[in-house]
């Protein structure tokens, strides 16, 4: 990150914590074809709650935390999300900014949220992400047999022309475009290190997330179980 501050991950960890935060989410009532939605930096907590949403078949939406309250709003307004990912602040330009106050207010403006979590230190009000998932470590991993045009992702246009119009990615599609985007256009290959500056507010991080499925071998066995058991 912007401030220094580092993580770092190994295989075995990010498929505990996944499962883990799977099991909060169905834990939460969670299931096939709800939205849930993070307002946050490009963090691994972001990443893990992406791929924990598409093991059960949530619909996934991400945003900045540099869009103010209006702009979430405009855009997760659109789809109700049951539950919020958002960070307490995020550094930029060497400054630091806190979210919370901002946070109540897209809570507010989100009747549909029934849960609210948050990385860093964080409001009585909301569950902090450590508390949320440490209940469920150990969980055993488990993936949900969906369609293949099962919706994986709603990313939304820049609301130059009004407000922002919804676009609807479905998993295994996007999973079968990214692979060969990243596997032949860009050969990357196992054990291969990418770096693309993004936020979460923008498409380049949906496409960074599918690079765990072309720098390793077995990452991409487990999304095709994730996706609906297409062959290898």
Not at 85 to 106: H, N, Q, R
Not at 124 to 145: C, N, Q, R, V, Y
Not at 200 to 218: D, E, K, T
């Amino acid at each position: 990150m912007e401030n220094g501050e580092r993580a770092e991950i190994t295989w075995g960890q990010l498929r505990s914590q996944v499962s883990a935060t799977a099991a909060a989410m169905r834990a939460e009532g969670v299931g096939v074809g709800d939205r849930i939605a993070a307002w946050v930096p490009n963090v691994l907590e972001a990443a893990i709650f992406g791929l924990a949403g598409l093991s059960i078949g949530a619909v996934v939406s991400t945003s900045s935390p540099d869009f103010a309250p209006p702009a979430v709003l405009d855009r997760f307004g659109q789809i109700e999300p049951v539950l919020l990912l958002a960070a307490s602040s995020y550094t930029y330009g060497g400054k630091s900014f806190d979210c919370i106050s901002k946070l109540k207010e897209i809570v507010t403006g989100l009747p549909s949220v029934k849960k609210t979590i948050v990385i860093g230190s964080h409001d009585k009000e909301f569950t902090s992400w450590t508390d949320w998932i440490t209940p469920f470590l150990g969980s055993a991993p488990h993936f949900e047999k969906l369609p293949f045009d099962h919706p994986g992702f709603v990313l939304f246009s820049s609301g130059t022309t009004g407000k922002p119009k919804c676009i609807v990615h479905r998993a295994a599609g996007i999973l079968l475009k990214l692979r060969v985007e990243q596997k032949y256009s860009f050969d990357i290959h196992e054990g291969d290190k990418l770096f693309f500056f993004t936020t979460c507010g923008w498409m380049m991080w949906n496409w960074l997330l599918y690079i765990l499925a072309a720098v390793h071998r077995s990452c991409f066995t487990t999304a095709i179980r994730c996706h609906h058991e297409l062959s290898d």
